[in-house]
């Protein structure tokens, strides 16, 4: 009896990893759907970092300055809203500054081998409206 708990545990446990979400696929799929507004030189407040590591993609609250069209500085949300500035130097894959595509950055790399990408979300177009099918009256 022991034995079929242990290995229903250890099967529920490896399902519920592979059920979890991966937030950067729906986010990706959302964007090349419905497309995204272009991101202005600014100072974005609401984005999504998403991690990618060898279990999967995490992501988490942030913001990231815009100059000329590439991300110059990228900042961490905390529980307490607070923010912390990611000191590392960040470049994309030919180590040069990072730029943005249909309101997603390139991969962005860190020294110490992170790998990530920005999301500007307030940048995601509204989905399309769907036309309302008629519902016809009883007794026809």
Not at 55 to 65: F, L, N, P
Not at 77 to 98: G, H, Q, R, S, W
């Amino acid at each position: 009896m022991k034995k079929r708990i242990l290995i229903l545990s250890s099967l529920l446990l490896s399902f519920s990893s592979f059920s979890q979400d991966d937030c950067y696929k729906r986010l990706e799929e959302a964007f090349s759907k419905r497309g995204a507004y272009t991101v202005a030189d600014d100072m974005h407040r609401n984005v999504i970092i998403s991690y990618f590591e060898k279990e999967g993609t995490r992501c988490v609250s942030g913001k990231a300055r815009v100059e000329n069209g590439q991300i110059v500085s990228i900042f961490i949300m905390y529980d307490d809203n607070t923010y912390e500035l990611l000191e590392k130097k960040f470049y994309n894959e030919k180590k040069a500054p990072v730029t943005i595509d249909n309101g997603i950055s390139q991969m962005i790399l860190t020294p110490d081998g992170e790998k990530f990408k920005v999301i500007f979300i307030e940048k995601l177009k509204p989905k399309q409206k769907t036309v309302k099918e008629a519902t016809l009256p009883d007794g026809l």
